[in-house]
């Protein structure tokens, strides 16, 4: 029986970088509408679920879950790893998919191809992502697959990391079954996701030249070989 696959989008209101950088409005959405709608254009999803958190700033993400009819899960907001565990367990997921609300060009296809990764495994694998070694796609494409199995095991028996997850389960590799997947050619340079202005006004323009024209990430990338001073290299800015 094929596992249920429930996709789960951390978004909350209180980054330090750039406050309430989900609810930045994008060529006429907000940022969490652009990542939600990409993310349900996957065809190997069975829900998705916005899981943010009982702070009282994310009553705007509640609000526009329920403008818009999307599944929302609110719980710890120092504790994701206990959100997470907590919206998968309420959802009955075998398996959830990790995606971050800062990431507008999020790629539904890309997210197909890591979850084909892990079913053509199941059950006996743990965790696949687009990144977990020699990472070769852009930054802001990240996409985790998490066996609810080693979901459960984490939260129960990690005292450290718990805000990041799946940092724990990616640091174990003797201890946990895990693959990824690569692309052919290497852009682990860009950077696609929004933890800074800069970072939001190139999302901006990317989305101001497409329109409301469907685009993946190879899009993006044949966009940027004709602009290539929009490019913004990946310093691994540590997102607040």
Known sequence: MKPKIVALIQARVGSKRLPGKVLKDIEGQTMLERVVNR???????DEVV??????????AIVELCKKHNWLCFRGSEPDVLDRFYQAA???????????TADCPLIDPRLIDKVVEKFLSL????????????????????????????????EWQT?????EHVTLNIRKNSNRYRMADIHNGKNYSHMRW???TAEDLEFVRKVYGHFKDKGFYWEDVV?????YPEWVIVDTQVDPK
């Open 39 to 45: 993310v349900k254009e996957a065809k190997n999803l």
């Open 122 to 153: 199941y059950p006996d694998i743990d965790y696949v992502s687009e990144g977990l070694t020699n990472r070769t796609f852009p930054r802001g494409l990240d996409t985790e697959v998490v066996n609810m199995s080693a979901l459960r095991n």
């Open 222 to 226: 044949e966009l940027l070989e004709k």
């Open 158 to 162: 990690s005292t450290k990391w718990r």
């Open 50 to 59: 916005i899981a943010t958190t009982v702070s009282e700033g994310d009553i």
């Open 193 to 195: 996701c929004v933890d």
């Open 89 to 99: 367990c309420l959802f009955k997921a075998d398996a959830i998919v990790r995606i």
